[in-house]
């Protein structure tokens, strides 16, 4: 089955430069360690494009248009097909606290952005930079080796999709999504909450949705604290146990203390009653001995 223009598509693809032979983008992990152009902060796997947004250069999506899937193709695009020609007005001299207010510290070949527009640092003096608003791949020849994946042809599947594109640090398969008459609810998974960026990525996600599916009215995005499963509120209202303060029983105290079985008992003494003192004194209350109350 042929493509066409607006379809969505996932797409692999290893990507070199024709004039040198090297490997500069690649949609495999493992091409991408062996090129030694490998970022831990990336995600590999299928590209999502959407034919016709020029997210690629315009020559591989016109070469797409051609292409069925599961059929890998070599493509060779030159500059004009590719990302265009170098173009001496697009080196510019930049002062160096312009980098510093937006926390950057340029470095000869660093890729970066300033104010929104993506350059390449090519030079950095005393108080001035260098900088190349040419593409990286500008007037290069670029060799794909290319393949579709798969044709999406399901609306759930092209809206993951979408939002993939726009918050790729968290998988698609993780957002849950809702249709509420013309409505769309869009679930947030927690490991998402705290991105930098995201009240941004969800306006594009939103705006993107709402270009590519006119029959969606409103979009909203859900994010729910969920408790932890270790903290219940019985565990935080409980109190501790408080440890016994009763005493043991006499009678068990003295068993503790019991003379062996052989031993004979002593004999009761007998007690003489004390004479009365003279004069018709109170008799003196004893003093009842006896552990205090521990509270």
């Known amino acids: 089955m042929a493509t066409k223009q607006g379809d969505f598509l996932l797409l692999n693809y290893t ?8 490997t500069v983008d690649t949609t495999y992990e493992a091409i991408a360690k062996t090129a030694h152009i490998h970022h831990g902060d990336e995600t590999y796997g299928p590209k999502f494009v959407i034919l016709g947004e020029g997210w690629i250069p315009k020559g591989l999506e ?5 292409m069925s899937a599961g059929a890998p193709t070599t493509v060779e695009l030159p500059p004009d097909k590719g990302y265009g020609a170098r173009d001496p007005a697009k080196m ?16 000869p070949g660093q890729q970066t952005e300033l104010d929104g527009r993506p350059l390449v640092v090519r030079a950095v003096g005393a108080g001035r930079v260098q900088v190349d608003y040419n593409h990286p791949l500008a007037g290069r020849t670029l060799i794909y080796d290319v393949s579709i994946e798969k044709i999406l042809d399901n609306d759930n599947e092209k809206v993951l999709n979408i939002i993939s594109r726009r918050i790729p640090e968290v998988k698609n398969e993780k957002f849950t999504l809702t249709k509420q008459d013309n409505d769309l609810i869009i679930e947030v998974p927690e490991e998402a909450f705290y991105l930098k960026g ?5 306006k594009e996600v939103s705006s993107d949705i709402q270009k590519f599916f006119p029959t969606i009215g409103g979009i909203s995005f859900r994010e729910t604290f969920k ?3 270790e903290i219940t509120p019985a565990a935080e209202t409980a109190e501790p146990a408080k440890p016994s303060t009763a005493e043991p029983a006499p009678e068990q105290a003295k068993t503790t203390e019991e003379p062996p ?3 004979k008992p002593e004999k ?3 007690r ?5 003192k003279a004069g018709g004194v109170k008799s003196q209350r004893r003093v009842m001995a006896g552990s205090e109350n521990q509270r």
């Not at 995201?198 to 969800?202: E, F, G, M, N, R």
């Not at 003489?272 to 009365?276: G, I, N, V, W």
């Open 62 to 66: 016109e070469r797409l248009l051609e």
């Open 92 to 107: 510019r001299l930049v002062p160096l606290r312009k980098f510093r207010e937006q926390n950057i510290d340029p470095q």
């Open 261 to 263: 079985a052989t031993e």
């Open 227 to 229: 408790r932890p499963a």
């Open 268 to 270: 009761p003494k007998t």
């Open 272 to 276: 003489t009653p004390r004479a009365k």
């Open 15 to 22: 990507l070199k430069v024709k004039e040198d032979g090297k």
């Open 198 to 202: 995201l009240p941004i990525a969800k």
